[in-house]
């Protein structure tokens, strides 16, 4: 560079010298230019890719964070299942303690790690005031319904917001709810219909059959199992002891048998869609001919 300035200064021309010089210091003023040039895109580059780096941690946080909301969602859904199973077969809710030993086995948890609150209606806790289907309405109300319980989980900033905000009993309306949280409210009619207390069980899942008929040998024979109660749709009915050409396909027992005439002594198990049995024995007569 020092050359060129020289070169710019004096004043004896010698012509070949003078163009190389020219030569050359055009040659480096190129090459500072372009090194200015990559200097100049290695900085838009970087930059750019701090950018994207930057939207990409939001996305993965913002997806991670979705994904934990439906989650918690799922959960919710789960527990509220798992409730109302054993409030079918208890005739009442748990209490806040049952709910965090017997129900459960420990305080269920939301994605975050942080323990769901239950909070009820205390009639429903026991059977000598109403129980599970003995109640027409609840001192918790919500949009102008009754409620059996709430579910709540403070959400993605571990913190609840809602009220109430505490476990156990609880008496009022629930117009401290907040969108931040996640939760899930049980009406009463809600627990009731899922228990199946409008019908003649109140709730409790039973078979309804007090026996069932006879069949005569080498005769189309058909019966129906009746059950009621527990928690709708029924998954698995079964039976054993059956003589051998009858059996049973779900609620209905059909079949044509040639074994010999005598009484039986068979079970009927039906289980309903949260894992809640009955069993019940009958006596089976297959008769060698029918009047």
Same mark, same amino acid.
């Given at each position: ?74 959960e ?14 208890n ?23 942080? %323990?769901? @609150?239950?909070?009820?209606y +205390? ?6 005031? #109403?129980?599970?289907?003995?109640? /027409?309405n =609840? ?10 319980f ?10 609840i ?10 008496n ?36 309804l ?30 039976? %054993?002891? @059956?003589?051998?050409?009858? +059996? ?6 059909? #079949?044509?048998?040639t074994?010999? /005439?005598? =009484? ?12 809640n ?15």
């Amino acid at each position: 560079m020092s050359h060129c300035l020289q070169l710019k200064k004096s004043r004896k021309l010698n012509f070949p010298s003078l163009r190389a010089s020219v030569r050359y210091c055009s040659s480096l003023t190129l090459f500072r230019n372009q090194r200015g040039v990559a200097l100049l895109y290695l900085i838009i580059f970087f930059t750019l890719l701090g950018v994207l780096v930057s939207a990409g941690v939001r996305m993965f946080g913002s997806t991670v964070n979705l994904t934990k909301v439906t989650d918690t969602k799922t959960e919710l859904e789960r527990d509220v299942r798992v409730i109302t199973a054993w409030a079918v077969k208890n005739g009442r809710l748990p209490t806040f303690e049952e709910y965090s030993t017997t129900v459960f086995g420990t305080k269920p948890k939301d994605a975050w790690g942080k %323990s769901v @609150l239950f909070t009820y209606y +205390s009639s429903l806790t026991k059977t000598t005031t #109403g129980g599970l289907c003995g109640r /027409t309405n =609840s001192s918790i109300t919500y949009n102008g319904q009754d409620v059996a319980f709430l579910l709540l989980s403070g959400g993605d900033d571990m913190g609840i917001s809602s009220s109430p905000n505490t476990n156990g009993f609880f008496n009022g309306t629930l117009s401290g709810l907040q969108a931040e949280d996640l939760y899930r409210v049980v009406t009463l009619a809600e627990l009731k219909a899922q228990a199946g207390c409008a019908g003649s069980t109140q709730g409790i899942l039973k078979i309804l059959n007090n026996e069932l008929p006879g069949a005569c040998k080498r005769r189309n024979y058909s019966a129906t199992i009746f059950a009621d109660g527990g928690v709708a749709p029924y998954a698995r009915y079964s039976t %054993s002891g @059956l003589p051998v050409g009858i +059996s049973n396909s779900g609620a209905s027992i059909f #079949g044509t048998s040639t074994t010999a /005439t005598k =009484s039986y002594t068979i079970g009927v198990t039906v289980v309903d869609s949260v894992a809640n049995t009955v069993k019940r024995s009958f006596v089976f007569k297959l008769m060698t001919s029918c009047n």
